[in-house]
């Protein structure tokens, strides 16, 4: 069965291409040479309702889809990862866990300015210790004292949790004896420390800032959802975001396609364009078949999601898959631009040091392909 976007999906796609189009790729380059945040193009993508864009209409939501998103942020990533994973992180990482696991005086704190776009959210799992055993790594502890939480530990590589309109980040700490739970910590609450931005090899754009917190003091109220469910709660919203990443990824691979068929059509070699050579134009084939294979897997678990289907095994293929297309194809446009593509003053040098982080946020090609193994039913360690 052939999949088709409904019309309402059609003019989103349309809507959002032309304010990257205008508001974003002009920009791009200069944004990644000077490592610059745009705290204005976020204020524009939250007044487009792309902040909000799945969440409840109460809290100033869109009520859409999980494809709408992910059509959104495919489209945004086509302009510019570091953009791309603003978004995503913003939405899946930082509003996510408040709108799914938030009491209904949480969410009417934080939710009306995230949805907006005033502010963002950052979301603390990872631990300078931790990686892909983020429960058994997870050193931060959190102890009640007078009716407040007291956190201790340090947070690694958490986007959008150092920018200027940075309101809340939600970080998991040990609790109890085997418990971890999740705390929602305002921005500039005495104890936290944010230390200085990553010097990063991609998403220059992007803002990623390592976490200290010291004697953190927060009311027992901003506990997030059940005690001791954290995790759990995190890990459900990793699967979501796996998905996210899935279409970020598909964003990526349609830049790498778009400039490499414009390039071989301009530029000729021995008389005639270099697209007429096979043995290019057969790698831009390869490149169209992964770019439609990923986005149908990423669009498949994003239907299931919408559908109140499981969703883990459709996330990891979708994620592992888009990911590692993503990275082959900065490789073949670098190659297909030749000395131009090693040049930093085409996007190819960009896009090829924002592709590998694809392979390892949100859950590494290793961990996707060990979900996948284990729901196939095979007893992998």
């Known amino acids: 069965m052939a999949f088709q976007l409904t019309p309402e999906h059609q003019a989103l796609r349309a809507m959002v291409r032309e304010f990257a189009e205008s508001e974003i790729i002009p920009h791009a380059a200069e944004w990644d040479r000077t490592h610059h945040f745009p705290v204005d193009v976020v204020h524009k993508m939250g007044e487009l309702g792309l902040l909000g864009i799945v969440f409840e209409e109460e809290y100033g939501g869109g009520g859409g889809d999980f494809l709408s998103l992910c059509i959104a942020i495919e489209e945004i990533g086509r302009a510019d990862q570091s953009m791309g994973i603003t ?53 931060t502890r959190a102890a009640l004292d007078g009716g407040e939480w007291v956190i201790n530990g340090s ?44 010097d990063k090899l991609g998403w220059h754009a992007s803002d990623t800032h390592g976490l200290v917190f010291e004697d ?4 027992a109220e901003n506990l997030l959802g059940e005690r001791g469910r954290g995790f759990h709660q995190f ?40 697209g007429a050579n096979q ?66 003053e ?16 949100e859950g590494t090609s290793e961990i996707l392909r060990l979900v996948i193994s284990r729901s196939l039913g095979l007893p992998v360690l």
């Open 155 to 198: 947070k690694a590589f958490i986007t959008n949790s150092g920018t200027d309109i940075t309101s809340v980040i939600t970080v998991t700490a040990v609790t109890g004896d085997n418990e971890i739970s999740a705390l929602i910590v305002p921005a500039g609450t005495p104890g936290l420390t944010v230390e200085p931005a990553y």
């Open 87 to 139: 978004l995503e992180a913003a939405v899946g990482l930082g509003i996510n866990p408040i709108a799914a696991f938030g009491t209904p005086e949480q969410k009417a704190r934080w939710l009306p300015d995230l949805l907006a776009g005033r502010t963002l959210a950052a979301f603390g799992l990872t631990e300078p210790g931790g990686g892909s055993d983020a429960a058994g790594a997870t050193r």
């Open 346 to 361: 085409g996007p190819a040098a960009r896009f090829y040091r924002d592709a590998k982080i694809l392979e390892i946020g």
């Open 235 to 274: 890990l459900a919203t990793l699967d979501d975001g796996r998905i996210a990443v899935g279409a970020l990824s598909v964003g990526l691979i349609q830049a790498c396609l778009d400039l490499s068929v414009e390039y071989a059509l301009d530029r000729e070699a021995f008389g005639r364009p270099i």
């Open 216 to 219: 953190c003091r927060v009311p």
């Open 279 to 344: 043995g290019l134009a057969f790698q831009l084939a390869d490149m169209d078949v992964t770019l439609e294979a990923a986005r149908l897997l990423t669009y498949k678990a994003a239907a299931l999601k919408d559908a109140g289907q499981p969703i883990k095994q459709a996330a990891a293929r979708a994620k592992l898959f888009a990911s590692e297309g993503a990275v082959s194809a900065t490789r073949v446009l670098t190659q297909v631009l030749g000395g131009y593509g090693f040049m930093e």
